[in-house]
């Protein structure tokens, strides 16, 4: 039997989890036994592959409509959807901008900052993704895991993906469960 | 008794017992949020929601009361159903993210509900509405958008402190915590206590020293009791790698049964005063950093080169004071002062004196009083637990009748408070009991006398001699809480049975009654001052007794003008790095435990009072319990 596939992506997040995911140090060596890591932001493939893969691992919230894109094209070609990290699950860290309109956010990061000088403007290219208020996954596409945490210890990730690697949906309970 | 079944368990309980306690007793666990033991259910989170059979919906465990023959299913997938549901819309209501938050990682109720629920997320999001932060209150951050609305800390500002200064306003999921009529808490009436924080569940109520300092599985937790005044409540010290974090309030505590107060809970952290650290002695008019040995051979010297004076601070342990009696005795010093010399203790010693017998009662005595008659000092500032008794009280109609000589933190609760001229307060009590006793009282005769409403009088004597078990507070600490207004109230309590409770001075006041060590200062034939004031604050007024010593040698944690003037400077242990028994103001010999490890080169006062006893080639025995056996104010409990 062929191994499973998982691939991943990051989104309005801070890479953090994908360190974390890193962390699992020398483990990594087990998990490539177990199965074939494919389209990563730190592998040369950048998209999931077009035949599907086992396995689709989102980081981040979604923030605008690229993020949009990402996330429903690893929804389409993955059988199951991790979110990874408490942006994934919940918004995280980014959502905080949704206590305040779009208009306040980019004008706070654009215009007022005290780095920004006097020709400081919010870009408006066309070809740029147009922001949205801060979504978890969920609330755009079908999630089947999650696994909150900011960032989920390595431990977690590495016991969630084992237990996919060999064909379970993993149950985060007790000292697995942490949405800190 | 009522007989119901619990998740198949029979069991039986008292009539009147919430199905959430018989729950408990039955060993059956149900989750809660709103619900803590100490204060009345609520009902408002709807966690604890479990199965009755006959009934259409789902029932509150902690409001529901037990019926016969009831059978309770507590763990059903409908329950369970239901409890992520709930969860779910407490999580979307307000911003409780996790990862930024003060409590998260174990010390937050919410979240560890959602863990115990298994939940890995919430269904819905939230709704993103901000919410204010009132950081005006110097030790207390109230944080809105982490209220959960349960009214913990409502009803603990009621129920347990009796100060009713927080609530709430709107409605719905714009309900809002306020203090008073929507003021910033640190212009509000609230009194700092923190009780409130204590009871939050969540990280809505934080306290300014304690945040991000360590979490309940990080500290170490030692059970000791608060030396902030005579009360002596108990008190949790939280420390991690040997620094303060939090100090709590003992649920179990005997005296004070959780609550403290600002002088306990938060004062310590906010010490301003310098720690003296080494041994000082004065040479050629400067004070230099000695070695122990030194200093205290220069203080033996000193103590043994003419008449010494001593004087005690009455925060001093029962071990310490016995010590330091010891080392006096040896002096040939007659009569040991106190810190306080006597004056927060001299009326009810002269009262006992008098009667024979102890006369006072206990504070939990005062729990079932029908009617408080609070007199002397305000007791909101200088024995505020005691005020809590008297205060929390007052909902539940029991009258409260003060007789002030100025303004007082009571006056917004008292239902009748008497402004008397404070040499009159005691011709005044006097003439409450006798209005009490006359069959035909004439009350505006008596009201002229003292330029107060008879209406009001006549309706505080009626309230006074309805009562079955009256309560009567004397504070100990004011100009006229002398002899005459001590007899007058403990003549007016002996007459019709009522209880009476004086607060006193420092947490070992009465201890240091009976070691004979309270007593007035008088040093002016004093060739050395022997002064122990361990880590006591003393006023300016006390202190400016000492400006003519020539030799003073001083046992202090901290530096003040008393040890720039010394000649001798020992540095001793604060309340928190040394253990000691103390009997505090109704007689309970309380035990206070170091939480905290002193610098080196600081003792504690016994083992300071040790080392200047060697030098004088004397034996401490410290034994202070026979001290004990003596008659007393109050009966003493070990």
Redesign the interface.
């Given at each position: 039997m062929a191994k499973p596939t998982v691939a991943s992506d990051w989104l309005a997040g801070c890479a953090g989890c994908h360190m974390s995911f890193l962390d699992i140090d020398e483990r990594i060596a087990q998990l490539v036994e177990l199965v074939d890591l494919r389209a990563t932001p730190i592998t040369d493939l950048k998209h999931p592959d077009k035949e599907g893969v086992t396995v689709g691992i989102l980081e981040g919230g979604i923030n605008n409509t690229y993020n949009e894109e990402v996330a429903k094209q690893m929804r389409e070609r993955s059988q199951i959807l991790v979110?990874l990290g408490?942006c994934a699950?919940?918004?995280?860290?980014p959502?905080?901008r949704?206590?305040?309109t779009l208009e306040e956010s980019l004008r706070r990061a654009y215009v007022e900052t005290p780095s920004t000088d006097a020709s400081g403007k919010i870009p408006s290219s066309p070809e740029l993704a147009v922001p949205t208020?801060v979504?978890?996954v969920?609330?755009v596409v079908p999630?089947d895991v999650?696994?909150?945490g900011?960032p989920p210890d390595a431990d977690i990730i590495f016991f969630a993906l084992a237990e996919l690697a060999q064909g379970r949906i993993p149950?985060?309970?007790n000292k697995n469960?942490?949405?800190? | 008794m009522v007989n119901l079944t619990i998740d198949g368990k029979s069991i039986e309980v008292k009539e009147g017992t919430t199905v959430l306690n018989a729950a408990r007793q039955a060993g059956v666990e149900i989750p809660t949020l709103c619900d803590h033991p100490q204060l009345t259910p609520y009902g408002g989170c709807r966690l604890c929601l479990v199965e009755v059979e006959g009934a259409r919906t789902l029932q509150p465990s902690c409001t529901m009361p037990v019926s016969n023959n009831m059978v309770v299913k507590t763990d059903t997938e409908k329950i369970r159903e239901a409890r992520k549901f709930v969860l779910t819309m407490i999580f979307s209501e307000r911003?409780h993210?996790?990862?930024?938050?003060q409590v998260?990682?174990g010390d937050c109720e919410l979240?560890n509900s959602?863990?115990d629920e298994?939940m890995?997320?919430?269904p819905i999001?939230?709704n993103?509405?901000?919410y204010p932060v009132d950081a005006s209150h110097p030790f207390i951050v109230l944080e809105h958008n982490r209220c959960i609305l349960c009214r913990r800390c409502v009803r603990a500002c009621g129920e347990l402190v009796g100060n009713f200064t927080l609530g709430f306003e709107e409605r719905g999921a714009d309900s809002t915590l306020v203090a008073d009529l929507g003021l910033p808490l640190g212009d509000s009436s609230c009194i700092g206590c923190g009780t409130c924080v204590q009871v939050c569940p969540t990280g809505s109520l934080i306290d300014r020293w304690s945040a991000y300092q360590g979490k309940e599985t990080e500290v170490d937790v030692t059970k000791t009791i608060c030396l902030g005044c005579s009360v002596g409540c108990s008190v949790d010290v939280l420390t991690r790698d040997n620094r303060l974090v939090r100090i709590e309030g003992d649920w179990e505590g005997k005296i004070n049964q959780g609550v403290i107060c600002e002088v306990g809970r938060f004062l310590p952290f906010d010490e301003k005063r310098d720690r003296v650290l080494t041994p000082l002695v004065r040479k050629d008019g400067n004070l230099k950093a000695a070695t122990w040995d030194d200093a205290v051979s220069v203080a033996a010297g000193l103590v043994k080169s003419g008449k010494v004076a001593a004087v005690a601070s009455t925060r001093l342990s029962m071990e310490a004071l016995q010590a330091f009696k010891e080392v006096c005795a040896s002096l040939g010093v007659v009569s040991i002062a106190s810190t306080e010399e006597g004056q927060a203790t001299q009326a009810a010693v002269a009262y006992a004196n008098k009667s024979g017998k102890a006369f006072e009662s206990k504070l939990v005595d005062l729990k079932d009083a029908d009617c408080f008659l609070v007199l002397g000092e305000d007791v909101t500032k200088d024995h505020q637990v005691v005020s809590f008794f008297v205060k929390r009280a007052i909902p539940t109609g029991t009258p409260v009748i003060q007789v002030a000589s100025g303004p007082s933190g009571l006056d917004n609760f008292a239902n009748f408070s008497f402004l008397v001229d404070e040499g009159k307060t005691a011709e005044f009590v006097n003439e409450l009991k006798n209005l009490l006793k006359t069959n035909a009282p004439d009350f505006d005769g008596s009201a002229k006398k003292f330029g107060v409403s008879a209406d009001m009088l006549k309706e505080a004597v009626q309230a006074i001699s309805g009562s079955a078990k009256l309560g009567v507070v004397f504070g100990s600490r004011s100009e006229a809480a002398g002899s005459d207004l001590l007899e007058a109230a403990a003549e007016l309590a002996s007459d019709i049975k009522g209880k009476l409770v004086t607060t006193k001075g420092n947490i070992n006041s009465l201890g240091a009654v009976h070691l004979g060590v309270n007593n007035p200062v008088d040093i002016s034939d004093a060739d050395v001052v022997l002064l122990s004031v361990g880590d006591e604050e003393l006023t300016q007024q006390f202190m400016k007794k000492f400006d003519k010593v020539k030799n003073l040698v001083i046992f202090s944690s901290f530096v003040s003008p008393l040890t720039a003037n010394a000649s001798v400077v020992l540095p001793v242990t604060n309340w928190l790095e040394q253990g000691g028994h103390f009997v505090n103001f109704d007689g309970h010999v309380l035990e206070a435990k170091a939480a905290l490890a002193a610098d080196d080169g600081v003792f504690s006062n016994v083992d300071a009072f040790s080392k200047l006893a060697a030098k004088l080639d004397l034996n401490i025995s410290a034994n202070w319990k026979d001290a004990l056996k003596s008659s007393s104010v109050v009966e003493i409990t070990l």
């Open positions: 979110a408490d699950v919940f918004g995280g860290v959502a905080m949704n206590f305040f208020r979504r978890a969920h609330e999630v999650f696994i909150p900011c149950k985060l309970e469960l942490m949405w800190n | 911003n993210f996790c990862p930024y938050c998260s990682g979240q959602a863990y298994g890995t997320h919430w999001q939230p993103w509405k901000p």
